[in-house]
């Protein structure tokens, strides 16, 4: 990114403020301790549902009434994600929540998607040093994110809105439409058949 970073701010606060930074052993330490979260999460039967919320509550940073979240998941921090009431989450999903994910309230999403809020610098040479940089997500209310999907930093997905199968969001999608494809656009306006 081209934006100065300010020496003041800890790595953690640079990488949340979408500064470049490179990920430092105390923030590797976090992933480390969240990650023995999931994996507890994962390995706990759905029989066992009083034991996988209080797990889901120890990794989130938010999370509403009746939110379902099926094995395999994973995260990275855990507590950078907020997933609002009524969300259900299915398998395989990959959050890399280096910045925030907003996750609003009876959200879908299908198997195998994706949510990466980092990505590496493009300058060659930062890259090489190990520089990242992360951008927010936001998932709208009821919006349904189709099977094998990609949600790229940055991205905001409006209320209502579903994401065909297979897309990659690497741009923010208006409210009330059908979007699909690599890259993901909008394909049909779901207010057009009231």
Not at 22 to 28: A, T, V, Y
Not at 34 to 44: R, S
Not at 76 to 81: C, E, L, Q
Request: hydrophobic share 35%.
């Amino acid at each position: 990114m081209d934006k100065e970073i300010n020496m003041n701010l800890t790595n953690e606060e640079r990488m949340l403020q979408g500064y470049d930074y490179k990920p430092s052993n105390d923030l590797i330490e976090k992933i480390i301790k969240n990650k023995a979260l999931v994996e507890e999460y994962n390995l706990t039967s759905l029989k066992n549902m009083n034991k996988r919320i209080e797990l889901l509550n120890k990794i989130l940073g938010f999370k509403g009434e009746n939110v379902f979240i099926y094995s395999p998941f994973n995260c990275d921090y855990g507590k950078h994600i907020s997933i609002d009431e009524g969300t259900f989450i299915n398998h395989n999903c990959v959050i890399l929540d280096e910045a925030k994910v907003i996750i609003g309230k009876n959200v879908r999403i299908a198997p195998n998607v994706g949510i990466y809020t980092v990505n590496h610098v493009k300058e060659p040479i930062k890259r090489k040093e190990g520089y990242e940089f992360a951008k927010t997500i936001t998932i709208e209310d009821n919006v349904w994110i189709g099977g094998n999907s990609a949600v790229l930093p940055g991205v905001t997905i409006g209320e209502n809105s579903i994401i065909g199968a297979g897309s990659v969001v690497n741009k923010d999608i208006p409210r009330n439409v059908i979007a699909a494809g690599n890259p993901c656009k909008v394909i049909k306006n779901l207010t057009e058949d009231k």
